[in-house]
């Protein structure tokens, strides 16, 4: 999983902000979702995210499953992450 | 570029303009949140080969204070180091600045994406090789007609087929190509036709909107201007070419005139810059307020200032007085430090 060549993110007080510089399309999301783009920048596949995220944050494994697959679901259709 | 955004849900922001809907949506941040621009617009240059009608910058001339190469490359470090993601780098003709291609290989190693606007004009086949090279976000150029009298008779001195030319140069080397269409009373009927020839010549997007009453388009209106009656058509031909082409080109207008413009910047200030040749930075397009100098100041002061400026009651008394009487966009080019 990369991002698309056109993918530029920046972290900001408020949270991290996602931009498809080609659409001109622009995301924020909040700490979860920054740490999501981080495991990917990282080269992680979705097993090591899960992992690494349940890991890290307090909760039922199935409800951050269930919400990181949705968010990168959400990043692969709108062409910020290729597969 | 606006800055708003529902939380995890991607919301196109890239000027929505006055959009009530999307403004419902808005919470959170506004520019004043954010630590440097999300876009700047550099204008590099202000000498031009043609003397279009529209020109908001009235380019053809240099000015006589342009930024030399050395400030001009300090500046894409400081860019670089504010991490601002995506600019437009354009003129007067860009091309016409020695310097260019040496900036545009700066920004791009910086991981800036970076679309460069030109007539077209000096990109022969050499040229489109060397911005298929450079790799850049895209090359936009200026197509505003089917027929060279229509492209002609807005861009004076211009070449339509020079213009055609390096479309096909650019997309035949694989760079990414947006074409620009202007609207005016002598070729807004040609614009169906455009959009096809856009997508006939690979372009990834066809660019339109209201012409903006700014320099030297103020100076040429009575020619210019279209009806309203005709800015509907235009509008119509544009939906249905945004349906015939979707998935296949990106066909973008801006429905809204000047005024909306800034009736909504009035509210939500855009969270970009623009960079004059001189390194003198103005708030917007339609304001002749500058509010920096990056002769003087660091772009991070300058981006202060630029959210600070937005506050300015001289800034809001203005603008509010633009919107009642448009004729003052006149004043757009008459810069004034605030």
């Not at chain 2, 009530?20 to 004043?32: I, T, Y």
């Not at chain 2, 920004?107 to 911005?131: C, H, M, P, Y």
């Not at chain 2, 074409?179 to 002598?186: D, H, Q, R």
Request: charged content about 25%; some cysteine.
């Amino acid at each position: 999983m990369n991002f698309s060549e056109h993918t530029k993110i920046r972290k900001e007080k408020f949270g991290t902000v996602v931009f498809d510089t080609l659409t001109e399309k622009i995301f924020i999301t909040d700490q979860i979702g920054a740490d999501v783009l981080g495991l990917i920048e990282q080269g992680k596949d979705l097993p090591e995210i899960l992992s690494t995220l349940t890991a890290s944050y307090d909760g039922d494994s199935q409800a951050i499953e269930k919400d990181v697959v949705e968010f990168i679901e959400q990043l692969k259709s709108n062409d910020i992450v290729t597969v | 570029m606006d800055t708003l955004a529902e939380d995890k849900n991607l919301v196109r922001l890239t000027n929505p303009g006055p959009d009530d809907e999307l403004r419902q949506a808005v919470r959170g941040a506004n520019c004043d949140d954010y630590q440097s621009p999300l876009f700047i617009a550099w204008q590099i240059n202000s000498a031009c080969n043609l003397g279009c009608l529209h020109c908001c910058q009235e380019a053809g001339r240099s000015l006589p204070d342009e930024l030399t190469r050395k400030e001009a490359l300090d500046l894409c470090t400081q860019i670089a180091d504010l991490n601002v993601p995506y600019m437009a780098i354009s003129g007067g003709e860009p091309l016409l600045c020695p310097y260019l291609f040496e900036v545009s290989k700066l920004l791009k190693s910086s991981d800036v994406s970076l679309k460069i606007e030109t007539n077209g004009e000096f990109i022969d086949e050499q040229t489109a090789k060397r911005f298929a090279d450079l790799k850049l976000r895209s090359i936009q150029i200026s197509v505003d007609g089917v027929t060279a009298e229509a492209h002609e008779t807005l861009r004076k001195a211009g070449n339509w087929e020079k213009a055609i030319a390096a479309c096909k140069y650019l997309t035949k080397y694989g760079v990414i190509l947006e074409v620009v269409f202007v609207p005016a009373k002598f070729n807004i009927h040609q614009v169906g036709d455009a959009v096809d020839q856009a997508y006939t010549l690979g372009a990834y997007g066809f660019y339109t909107g209201k012409t903006m009453r700014i320099g030297r388009a103020a100076k040429n209106w009575d020619i210019l201007c279209p009806s309203e009656q005709e800015y509907e058509k235009f509008l119509e031909i544009l939906k249905a070419k945004e349906a015939e082409y979707q998935g296949r080109m990106k066909i973008y207008y801006y429905p809204y005139d000047i005024i909306e413009e800034l009736k909504y910047r009035l509210e939500y200030p855009s969270t970009s810059l623009m960079v004059l040749p001189n390194g003198k930075v103005k708030m917007a397009g339609p304001l002749p307020f500058i509010c920096g100098d990056l002769r003087k100041e660091s772009l991070k002061q300058v981006w202060q200032n630029y959210k600070k400026a937005w506050k300015n009651p001289e800034v809001i008394e203005f603008t509010k007085k633009v919107i009642d009487d448009p004729k003052l966009v006149a004043e757009a080019n008459n810069w004034r430090q605030i």
